[in-house]
Each structure stands twice: as C-alpha cells, then as structure tokens.
C-alpha cells in the first residue's frame, strides 16, 4: 500500500512517498521531455510505487489548469500546453486509487499552512518568485480554488510597467516584469552579460548598477502586486518561496519600500511579508497534503 | 416583531423594514450629519422600528471595517473615522436582537447573489464604481470576509497612473484615478468646468473631449484592476454597479478594451464585466440578507 505525491514542475517531475505522518519521502525526479512527456511522469510514478497497490495520489502542476476537468496545460510544457488529461491518465495507471488535483499554487498555500509560515493563519497569500511568479491564496481558512482551480494567479496582477507583453497573452503584468527570467532580460538588454536570475542576484550584491536597477526594478513591481493583492483579499501574511525570492536586500529593501508607499489602507498596517521557510519541494508537500487528506484539504482552518 | 437593515452610506444613512422574503420596505433616510452621527442613526432606526420588538438588525457600512470588534471607521464620517462601535450600540438599542454586521461590499455581493447577476455563480467580483470605488468578492461560493472584513476592496488596487496619492495614504490606487470624483477632479485640472462625475458623463456622451479623456482614462483603470482582480480570483463574473458605472460607452467601451488587452489567461476567456440591475440600494438590500439568515449568509451556494 502506497500513497504518492506529485509535482508537475515546467522542467522537471519530482514525485515521492507519502508516510503515515504526510512526510514526502524516497523522491525521485526526472526532467521533463520534449516529448513523451507522460511516458517519462508515468515511469516516475511506476518507480517510486516500487510495485506497492496504489490507494492514493496528490498531484500539483504548474499552470494554467482545468481542475473540474482534471486537465493540466503548463504554458512551458509544449505537448501538454493545450490539456493533457493527468487526473485520468493517471487513476487507469493506479485502478482503485483516490486521486487530487490542484494547481501548484493551491499546493504551496497547502505546505505553507501544514508546515510553514502560514499555520493558523486564515487569510494570507502564498507566493512563488522564481522563472516565472505563481501562488495560493487562503481566504477565511480555506485555502481557494477558483473557478476553474487556477485562484491565486497572482503573476498576472497588471503593474506601472505596463508597456511589456507577457506570455499568457496580456500586457503589463508582474510576471512580465520581476520575474527572475524577466529581471535577467531586462538587465541585459541594458547591457549585463549574465544569463540567470541567480546570476543577477549575485551581481546585485556585488553592486554592478545594472543588476542593482534590475532587482529594484522587480522589488518595486513584486511590492506593488502585493499591496493590490493584500487589499483585495484583507490578508496580514504573504510568504514568498522560490529561487529569486532568495536574491537578498536588494530585490527585498525595495520590496519592503514599495508595500510601505502602497499599502495605505489602516486594516494593512502590521501586513508581514516574509521569505518562505520551505524549499524546492514546497508542491511537493503540498500535493502530499492533498494525497493524505481524509477530508477536503481546502477545507477551513481554525487556529 | 420587526427585522430591520441599516446602510451606513459616506453621506447617508438608510434603514428599512425586512419582511418574511427578504425584502426591504418602508425605508426611511437621513444625511450623516457633521457631529451627532450615532444619534441621527439611532433616531432613524427607532423610526423605522416604530415600538416594535426588534428581533434582528443587519447593518452593512462604509469602510474600513472592523468586523470582529463591531467597529465601523468610515473614510468620510469624521466622528466616526477613528471607529465607532455600531454593532454594540445597536445591541443596546435592541437588547436581545441579533446584529450582523458587515461592510459595504460584502453586502453588495450579498444582494447580487440574492437578487442580482451573482445568482447561483460561485466565483465572482461585485463592484460599486460611484464618488468611490469599493467591491466584495465571492469565492469557491462564498462571500469572502478577510481577516478584518475588508476583503474585496478593490479600489486599492494599484494600476499605471501610480503617481497619483489616494486618500488611503497609499499611491496609485483605482479608485484614485478613476472613480466619479477623481475623474471629475482630473478633468477640472484640464479646464473642465463641471462638478460632479454624472456631468461629466453627460459631457463625455456629448463628445466634449476633455470629459471623453477622462471616461477614457477612468475605464481603462477599471478594466486593469479587473483583470488583475479576476486572475488572482479566478472568476469569470463581475457585475458593477454605482452612479459612475451608468456613464455609458465613453466609459465602458475602454474598460472592455482594457478587460481585453490585459486579461489575456486562457482561464479568464469569456469573463463577464457587466452592468448591475441593481439600484442604489443594493446595500440595504444585503444589509436585509445579513438580518433574516437563518444561518451564516456568507456561506456556500451551490448552483
């Protein structure tokens, strides 16, 4: 007997064992492939199942998703983009199996209140700040799911900025401009000769003035998103998680600047924006909480 | 045996009597005055009340709010601006009624839902575009509270134009650039001669080109803080309503084209923005739902 749990990342698969306690353990990843793409998620599944029945399986993907649909369509997963059906594809491989679904956002708003910064916390945001700009958002305990499961986009909240286009179609929006991949280009097309968001951090500590407007730049717009997103939703805490969200002061001293000028509203005052204590593997538990579940995992929380 | 409702509006107050279905009749109104406040309010509801035994109140009011401690702070009632304890008042007013208390928004998606565009929709923006900008949000079927019940105020949302103060101490808000008064404001900077945003309305429909800039202005706003709202949110509804919103195309032909040009994510194609058939006292009539639930109004509709 095996429970899983899953994550769908844009360039790679991590899967693992749950254990009674909802611990991930035995992971195993593997790169997603330009093609064969469910072949490679399926013998993942196969190998961390080692041959054990099946009875449960949590999966977070990146999105966009279709939850009703049990359809996943990662913009940077091309023979996935336009729907790939995991929810079924994924109960014929484990017949009998209990199997959720839920954004990756969704996931890590689900980790950060199991384990990390948002225990008892009834309305909070949950950000990822990495290649692209993700989260989850808890609302009166619960954390939500949206229409069609994708609540908590918050890379799309249209920031000052706004003349850069973004992959999902529109125009202006955070993602497009504090991104570590946004933020890497935007430095070079100012003539930085780096190439990652990583490598930018580290030359925005070193004080090279390209990298330094770069992440004051994304500081700025990710500040601004958060003010938006924080009066909408009258929430005390965000966490941000994700590899550029580690890039120090100099994308979070402006951070910090931008709530402070934007957040005027009296019933935000005392809002604590902090850095996720969670790793990498953040979907990861989170999809572990959907898999050990008794209940709905969305479900209030009463602190 | 009476159930009253209570609209604690910026500039008026209206109360009304709740009969068995739900509706508000024989409302009465008064003008907030300049000091005195609670007793003009009191004086009304006793009114309304006419000797008889009240057994609930709900009472739906400007913000900010402060739910939990039964505490109303309206921006624009300066007696009341650092917090007056309604719902304690009302409570000594009415000994043995229950008081339910909730801000503005909330009590507009409250009415949407119960008599309006929000009718069986589990995910959606209510919105009153007016002298200012103020909304509540509906999510996986629920009205969203927030942790001090000022979730849905989206005329904080940050949008281009951040130069701009707004009276929340914060910068670049929507409702900083585009309600009725700000767009009035604007336009009068620019040698407009009129006062209020239903002159300037009527101007714009007139084509007079500084009105016309300033609808333009005013909807492109909106049609930003609604994509950025609907994203975060997943919803595929918003329903507006309040004075402004009924300034016609000059208005609606930009936000549309705004709705266009930034909600470009696959899960907001075929998003709604719509006009609400509500009238002004859309908050009376959530105040009314607040006051004969039996149980928890903001809890879930499933359609």
Known sequence: MAVLALDIGATKFAAGLVDDAGRVTAVRRAPVPATGVW?????????????????????GSAGPVDVPAGVTGP??????????????????????????????????????????ALRGVRNALAMTVSSGIGGGIVVDGRVSLGRTGNAGHIGHIVVPGWDVPCACGG????????SGMSSARWARERGWT????????????????????AL???????????????????????????GFAHSGEPLWQPLRAAVERHAGLGFLRGLRVEL????????????????????????????
Request: glycine fraction near 14%; charged fraction near 15%; aromatic fraction near 4%.
């Open 39 to 59: 072949e490679v998620c399926r013998d993942l599944l196969l190998a961390v199942a080692g041959g054990d029945t099946v009875t449960a399986v949590g999966i």
């Open 276 to 303: 996720s204590r969670l790793d990498d593997g953040a979907t990861l538990v989170g999809a572990a909480v959907l898999a050990s579940s008794a209940e709905n995992p969305f479900g209030a929380v009463h602190p």
């Open 216 to 242: 004051a730049r994304a500081g700025t717009a990710l500040g601004q998103a958060i003010s938006s997103a924080a009066g909408l939703l009258d929430v005390d805490t965000v966490v941000i998680g994700g």
């Open 75 to 116: 913009l940077n997963i091309p023979e996935w983009r336009s729907g790939f059906g995991i929810v079924a594809a994924v109960e014929a491989l484990f017949p009998g199996a209990t199997v959720r679904f839920a954004i990756d956002g969704a996931c890590l708003a689900l980790a950060e209140r199991n384990s990390g």
């Open 194 to 213: 780096g190439e990652t968001g990583a490598e930018l951090a580290q030359a925005a500590r070193a004080g090279e003035p390209i990298a330094v407007a």
């Open 171 to 178: 125009v202006g929006c955070v993602e497009a401009v504090a």
